[in-house]
């Protein structure tokens, strides 16, 4: 009787290639830039009174006037507050170039290649992230590098604590009344309750339960496939799942918050006067978002087609937030 020695291999999904941005993230490198003492050194010395998180996962090129914009908002609204922008891409010599108008008018702002290893360590997510690396996770068709920002955000939160803030958010007031905090971006007319959140903004302390769940939850219900699986309707899930449970404290704030608009509604902040009656609801949208709103999302995957029109309720916005005398933005 002969017994076959020879064991099936094992079964891999089939991945996509990973791009350029990606792939250089998924190194090693980070480790040896020693990612935590940057960060942590950063902070300590500018003596930070808000700490604020953005990620790029895109390339240098694509960082444009837009994203400046909203980096100018954040120091608009918060002088003495740092950020640091979790990047690859912007950590370089090109990114530094973009930032330095900012660092030149004494703002703290840096650009450090995010370490995954270490902001993940000790967490489900860590296990997922390195058998990400080994090719045993399957992407999807959704943009991974999309899905690695809602990881990052979430690891950054984590380990250091602050605000997070997508790079196309602009920050009309301070935060400095937030703590645990994340707001809807719709609610249910019947019943008043929020039905879905965002994860575009959010404020957290340091080691919050609730950024541990959003961890876990991304680890053990990961799907590439279906867009905002990982982000908006992850935080939605967990934030429902443990609600009023001692130890997971945290606020709801209103959609007017931080999406005054809705994502397929964006247009109508970037259109000028039409007539009479379209002048008075602009101004009233402008008085009610300058009244209730801390910050406005620009949803720019669909809002970057527009315009800037003259008159709009952006250009009002965006006039109010600038900082940097030379900027190119309203060119």
């Known amino acids: 009787m002969v017994v076959s020695t020879i064991r099936p291999a094992l079964h891999r999904p089939k991945i996509r290639k990973f ?114 690396k080994r090719g045993d996770v399957n992407p999807g068709e959704i943009s991974l590098g999309q899905n690695l920002s809602n990881l990052l955000r979430i690891g950054l939160l984590y380990r250091f604590g ?18 645990n905090a994340i707001g809807a971006q719709s609610i249910d007319l019947a019943t008043g309750n929020w039905s879905r959140l965002n994860n575009a903004v959010m404020v957290f302390d340091k080691g919050h339960p609730v950024v541990r769940e959003f961890m876990e939850e991304f680890a053990h219900t990961f799907d590439g496939n279906r867009w905002g699986h990982n982000g908006p309707y992850l935080v939605s899930r967990v934030v429902a799942r443990v609600s009023g449970r001692p130890g997971f404290d945290l606020t709801v704030l209103p959609p007017l918050v931080f999406y005054p608009v809705r994502w397929n509604r964006i247009g109508g902040l970037f259109e000028g006067p ?21 910050a ?17 309720i ?14 190119s933005v309203f060119e």
């Open 162 to 179: 602050g605000i997070y803030l997508d790079t196309d958010v602009l920050v009309l007031k301070s935060f400095g009344e937030l703590r």
């Open 274 to 294: 039409k007539s009479v009656r379209h002048s008075k609801w602009m101004v009233a949208k402008l008085r009610q978002i300058r009244s209730e709103s801390l």
């Open 19 to 132: 791009d350029d941005n990606v792939a250089k993230i998924l190194r090693y490198e980070a480790v040896k830039k020693r990612f935590e003492l940057k960060v942590i050194k950063f902070f300590k010395r500018n003596s930070c009174k808000f700490r604020f998180f953005m990620t790029w996962i895109s390339s240098v090129e694509s960082f444009g006037d837009r994203e400046l914009l909203c980096v100018e908002s954040v120091f608009k609204t918060h002088p003495n507050g740092c950020l640091i922008i979790a990047s690859s891409s912007l950590d370089s010599r090109q990114g530094r170039l973009i930032l330095m108008p900012f660092s030149d008018m004494g703002f703290k702002v840096s650009a450090m290649t995010p370490d995954f290893s270490y902001l993940l360590r000790s967490t489900a997510a860590a296990a997922w992230y390195n058998r990400l």
């Open 296 to 312: 406005v999302h620009l949803w720019n995957k669909q809002s970057r087609q527009f315009e800037v029109e003259k008159g709009s």
């Open 314 to 327: 952006i250009e009002h916005l965006m006039f109010s937030s600038r900082v940097v005398t030379n900027s």
